[in-house]
């Protein structure tokens, strides 16, 4: 799966790394849903550090279609709060 950073560029991310990425999406919510915003910025930090880790960057000239779009490192809670469908960040 292409995931885009906004921002950063793509990478390429297995399938399977999706149960890691979906247990931060999850406490991001919870974070946000509370007010949290220390907790919101640990755990945005942490979401972006594993798909930059786990995935596989992109050519910068590549222009794959991107199947999920995370918001920026210093993003707002309001920003990402206008990004979320009712899965979070992550579908599934």
Partial sequence: MIVRIMGEGQRDLADS???????????LLAEMENGDG??????????LDA?????????DDS???SELILPAPDSTL???????T???LIPG
């Avoid at 790394?17 to 406490?27: A, P, R």
């Avoid at 220390?38 to 979401?47: H, K, N």
Wanted: hydrophobic share 35%; aromatic share 4%.
């Fill in 17 to 27: 790394h999706f149960g890691e990425l979906n247990k931060l999406d999850d406490e």
């Fill in 38 to 47: 220390p907790g919101f910025r640990r755990t945005l930090q942490a979401l």
């Fill in 51 to 59: 798909v930059r880790s786990l995935g596989t960057p992109l050519p």
């Fill in 63 to 65: 222009l794959e279609p």
């Fill in 78 to 84: 309001e920003d990402v709060r206008a990004m979320l």
């Fill in 86 to 88: 009712e899965d979070g």
